[in-house]
Structures are given as structure tokens and as C-alpha cells.
């Protein structure tokens, strides 16, 4: 329909769990070429830069080529500075003022951390996805993500990323449990046969998990 916004989005892919990519917490000038073969795997839904240095712009390009979401890391005006596509709030209470200043075409998203009730306000106010998440030395963090997450797939069609940032563990479970999207950082940048492995490796695995769920009885 004319008119209407061209995106990128990060609607979630049909049968498909996507990765949240989040830039390194301080991107060298190699970033945006290890990002461009990540990128080149068809494994991201979108990409989370929090700085708006050289790397950081050149990686937003690298987003533009591949056709895939950038989000800026909790400031608005970030997204503003870098072009971006919306913007990831560590702080799911900034919807409604990150909606107002970016306007209704922008991304927003919302980390809820363990607060169902959060994630649910924030949906309400406008959210385009809600982040679940725990804290990282939790023996039992996957499995808290897992019913989380299939808590708010059975009741809510909003999508819903999990953090898997940091976690050991499996994301096949998570994909299991409907998550639309996860969200990594260190297992595809410090990958020992690079980010674009380290990609397609995450891939595999939540494909497998999507496979065993859709495969229960």
C-alpha cells in the first residue's frame, strides 16, 4: 500500500528465531567488516550499536546494505545521530518517551528483565518487542528465559526476545520455547573461527530447537 513505511523490521521470520546482535562494548575499526559477514549469514534480525564513533556509523551502513534493523542502545537521540532504525531501551518505563520523540515509524524495544508485568505495560504503551533477561551467574538462567518466554508466546502475539548475552547455556531451548529473537554478543564477536561461524553456529542450534518444538506432540 503506498504510503506506508519501507522499513527495515524485525518482524519475526516465519518458523525462524532470529539473532539480536549486539555491537562489542568497544567496537575496533575490523568491526564493521565482522559484522558485514555475520551480517552475510541471514542469521540477524537486527543489530544494537550503543556509541556513535567511526565503527559504529560504518556499521549502520553495513545494516543498511544487508537490510537489517539497527537499533540504538537506550538514547533516542542516538538514533537520531546514527540514522538508526529505532532504538533498544534498557528501561521498558522510556516507551512512551522514546515513542514520543522518534515518532510511530521507529523501533522500540523494551528489556523487561524477569517483570511480567513490565513487559505487559510496555506492550500497552507501544513496544514493537519486550526483552526478557536474568542475571548472569544463575545456574538456572536458560530455563528462567524458557518459561518466560513461553509464558508470553501463549498469551501475547507482540514478539518476544530473550538475553542470552553473557549465559552459558543452550539458545536451542529458547527457540523451543517461541522465542521470535535472541539476543548474543560474545558468541558470535569472539568466536574462534570468526563472527560469521560463530553466526551460523547460533543458527543451527535454534533452528534445532525450533524443530524439536514444532515436532512435540
Excluded: K
Aim: proline letters at 7%.
Amino acid at each position: 500500500m503506498s504510503g506506508e513505511p519501507e522499513g527495515p523490521w524485525i518482524d519475526p521470520e516465519e518458523a525462524r528465531t532470529g539473532l539480536l546482535l549486539w555491537a562489542p562494548a568497544d567496537p575496533g575499526p575490523a568491526f564493521p567488516d565482522e559484522l558485514a559477514a555475520a551480517l552475510a549469514t541471514g542469521a540477524a534480525a537486527a543489530v544494537v550499536l550503543g556509541a556513535a564513533d567511526p565503527a559504529s556509523r560504518a556499521a549502520r551502513e553495513r545494516c543498511r546494505s544487508s537490510g537489517v534493523a539497527c537499533l540504538a542502545l537506550d538514547d533516542p537521540e542516538l538514533a537520531r545521530t546514527l540514522r538508526a532504525d529505532g532504538v533498544h531501551l534498557g528501561d521498558a518505563a522510556g516507551v512512551p518517551e522514546a515513542r514520543r520523540r522518534l515518532g510511530t515509524g521507529a523501533l522500540v524495544g523494551a528489556d523487561c528483565g524477569r517483570s511480567r508485568h513490565a513487559a505487559m505495560v510496555a506492550g500497552e504503551e507501544g513496544a514493537d518487542y519486550v526483552m526478557f533477561g536474568v542475571e548472569p551467574d544463575r545456574h538456572d538462567a536458560v530455563p528462567l528465559l524458557a518459561e518466560l518466554c513461553g509464558w508470553w508466546t501463549g498469551l501475547f502475539v507482540l514478539p518476544c526476545a530473550v538475553d542470552l548475552r553473557g549465559l552459558d547455556g543452550d539458545p536451542a531451548a529458547l527457540a523451543g520455547a517461541g522465542a521470535d529473537f535472541v539476543a548474543v554478543r560474545e558468541a558470535v564477536w569472539q568466536h574462534p573461527a570468526g563472527a560469521a561461524r560463530g553466526a551460523l553456529e547460533l543458527r543451527r542450534r535454534l533452528d534445532e530447537g525450533l524443530g524439536q518444538r514444532q515436532g512435540s506432540p
